[in-house]
């Protein structure tokens, strides 16, 4: 049902954990199944370069994986680079989801980028393309997460 690389990366997640003070958090959930991912950038304020990324997520092994790949894939990119990643890609990267899983990716790309979103707020930027994301949990609001 999984591919290699997804088994992989949910049996070996890579950059789980938090970033103390990071530059942007960004949580995200998932109405249905009640999975709920954050996401954590630490990013360089002159480069826009993501330094670090890491990941905590309360879901399924595929949102594990997906998380997991996620944060490998907007390591060391600029923030605009990583505005293009898109669930799609993530899936390429992870050889496939099963159709049945494919929501779960989209937890990768809206975590980002309500991280991104976070970064921008704090730091008083727009971001091309950068829409509010609509999921975004703030830190001890997760009881919300039921409503989405
Ligand atoms: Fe909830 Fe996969 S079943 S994210």
Same mark, same amino acid.
């Given at each position: 049902m999984y591919s290699e690389k997804v088994m992989d990366h949910f049996q070996h997640? /890579?950059?789980v954990g938090e970033i103390e003070n990071a530059s942007g958090v960004g949580t995200v959930g998932n109405a249905k199944c009640g999975d709920i991912m954050r996401i954590f950038l630490d990013i360089?304020?002159?480069?826009?370069?993501? /330094?670090d990324c890491k990941f905590k997520t309360f879901g399924c092994g595929a949102a594990v994986a997906t998380s997991s790949m996620a944060t490998e894939m907007v390591k060391g990119k600029t923030i605009e680079e990583a505005m293009k990643l898109t669930n799609k890609a993530v899936m390429e990267a992870l050889d496939g989801l099963p159709p049945v899983k494919v929501h779960c990716s989209l937890l990768a790309e809206e975590a980002v980028h309500a991280a991104l979103w976070d970064y921008a707020q704090k730091h008083h930027i727009e971001i091309e393309g950068l829409k509010k994301p609509k999921s975004d949990i703030h830190e001890g609001e997760e009881d919300e997460a039921e409503e989405y």
């Open positions: 997640p /890579r950059n360089d304020d002159e480069t826009h370069i993501i /330094r």
